[in-house]
């Protein structure tokens, strides 16, 4: 009896711990930004990287909110590229 309460006892944690490595890799659908958006940002988890280009590029920022809901922010930024100075 012992050791059937301790194997479903056993698959409840692991179907708990795997729901929440499922939530973790969940990724949240793309936001475009306009500039009249208001954003909530508590926390900065990544900033895509911009290429060495001159010309406008789009780029991504995954961040949560203050009520920690993680959102993906898609928008352009300028490229790090050189000028002709």
Do not use: W
């Amino acid at each position: 009896m012992k050791a059937l309460v301790a194997l479903v006892f056993g698959g409840l944690c692991s179907t708990a711990m795997a729901n929440e490595v499922a939530q973790d890799l969940k990724q949240p659908p793309v936001e475009r930004y306009n500039y009249s958006q208001h954003l909530d940002i508590a926390r900065v988890i990544s900033v895509s990287e911009v290429p060495d280009v001159r010309e406008l590029v789009p780029a991504r920022m995954i961040y949560e909110d203050s009520k920690g809901q993680r959102h993906t922010l898609e928008y352009t930024a300028m490229g790090k590229g050189l000028t002709d100075d």
